[in-house]
């Protein structure tokens, strides 16, 4: 694939925020069907029709001094006004905006969104991922459940994987897993697999030099095309500049959302940005400050939960707790009262199915203290058994941005080591 025409240098319709310090580069994924044969399109698990839209947008902020970089993931669904000419706005799904116009209306649309400058731009498609991912020896993949979704043909078993191009494609395409579907468990997905594949190249040392970056590069634009101001000598600094970073200097986010199932006629769902938090993180970035610790993108909740408690049918033996719990969110069926309750030693005990484990951290950290208990054969109700103890109802807070696209550092994404051999996913 050879360089793409695509000015990244087209004036953002906001100043750049704190002197846009550093470098931002805007990364993306095609979703186009053109040209796939029937067999690829099987191959692929890309039936349908195609977009002709980005699926993938990541933008990338190397700091001046080259010693942190952060990653923000921008939603497909993004409800953004698009650049372009003086008239009457258009706004729409930020993926649109390569349908409209190409890389250089997406990289417009990317900066009058977020008052950014993008300096590079980068872009590849689903062939060109997949070879991508085999050209640099795979990719890791992890999960601590098992991963089902038809659509994009995904089917993992829990644990740690070594995957080729084609079950990556699967892994960072999902939508509809039976795990936090919709877009921000996916694109949490895609994080790690850029985090842990960044990270299996320094240790491998394919970033370890210019010379050794020289030779990654060239693998890499074998499949990713560039914007005209980007030039292998451009990459090679940037990647020679991310294999120096520890896992801890780097930071992985995504856009925080305010509205996630925002009706717009002729658009249809979308999601719209929280306006003060995404102002902030656009701000850090611009400012070239780290995005991870910054409370006006991730406010500190007292007691955060994980799940949400409307999504948690609980049944209760004590009425008092039952009310508290009611009052918190969690759904309370049955309260299940008796005159003499005989209260077990000790504090409440929760009992769920297992593989429930984070609805039941949710509802551990509504009753603190509790003893959880998973138990084979249950139901999908979780039970709680007021123990002797007092008990004390706490509010808990669930904030889906916190729970799916926090900033976080990418030591904190990667994926553990396995304690036994790895095992191969499942094609």
Not at 106 to 121: Q, S
Not at 247 to 268: K, M, N, Q, S
Request: proline fraction near 7%; include cysteine.
């Amino acid at each position: 694939m050879g360089t793409q025409a695509v000015s990244a240098h087209t004036p953002a319709a906001a100043a750049p925020a704190g002197g846009g310090r550093g470098t931002n580069i805007l990364i993306v994924g095609i979703d186009s069907r053109a040209g796939l044969s029937t067999a690829e399109k099987n191959r692929l698990h890309v039936g349908g029709k195609g977009c002709n839209c980005t699926d993938v947008m990541m933008l990338v902020h190397l700091s001046e001094d080259e010693r942190r970089a952060s990653v923000v993931s921008i939603p497909r669904d993004s409800y953004v006004a698009y650049a372009g000419p003086a008239g009457p706005p258009r706004s729409g799904k930020i993926n649109g905006a390569f349908a409209l116009g190409g890389g250089p209306l997406t990289v417009a649309t990317v900066e009058k969104a977020t008052g950014l400058h993008v300096d590079h731009y980068l872009e590849t498609d689903f062939v060109g991922f997949e070879r991508t991912i085999d050209n640099l020896g795979g990719a890791t993949v992890c999960t601590d459940r098992p991963l089902k979704d038809e659509n994009s043909g995904l089917d993992i078993a829990a644990g740690r994987h070594h995957t080729d191009g084609n079950r990556t494609l699967r892994y960072v395409r999902a939508r509809h897993v039976n795990l936090r579907p919709g877009d921000l468990g996916r694109v949490r997905r895609q994080q790690r697999v850029v985090n842990d594949l960044l990270a299996r190249l320094t240790v491998e040392g394919a970033l370890a030099s210019p010379v050794r970056t020289a030779r990654t590069v060239h693998t890499l634009l074998k499949t990713v095309r560039t914007d005209a101001g980007t030039g292998p000598g451009d990459l090679i600094r940037i990647g020679w500049a991310l294999g120096r970073l520890r896992a801890d200097r780097t930071e992985f986010a995504t856009v925080p959302i305010r509205l996630f199932d925002h009706r717009v006629p002729g658009v249809g769902s979308t999601l719209v940005w929280d306006e003060a938090r995404s102002a902030a993180l656009w701000e850090a970035l611009g400012a070239d400050r780290p995005i991870t610790g910054d409370t006006r993108i991730q406010p500190v909740a007292e007691t955060p939960a994980p799940t949400s408690p409307a999504a948690i049918a609980v049944r209760v033996d004590d009425a008092t707790v039952a009310a508290a719990l009611r009052s918190n969110g969690f759904v309370v069926t049955d309260t299940s009262p008796s005159a003499s309750p005989v209260r077990p030693a000790g504090p409440p005990v929760i009992r769920y199915a297992p593989g429930q484990e984070e609805h039941a951290a949710t509802l551990a950290a509504a009753l603190p203290g509790s003893r959880l208990e998973a138990v084979p054969g249950h139901d999908a109700v979780f039970d709680v058994a007021v123990g002797a103890e007092p008990v004390r109802v706490k509010t808990v807070t669930y904030d889906r941005n916190i729970a799916d696209g926090a900033p976080v550092t990418g030591d904190s994404l990667r994926c553990a080591e396995p304690s036994g051999p790895v095992p191969a996913g499942r094609p």
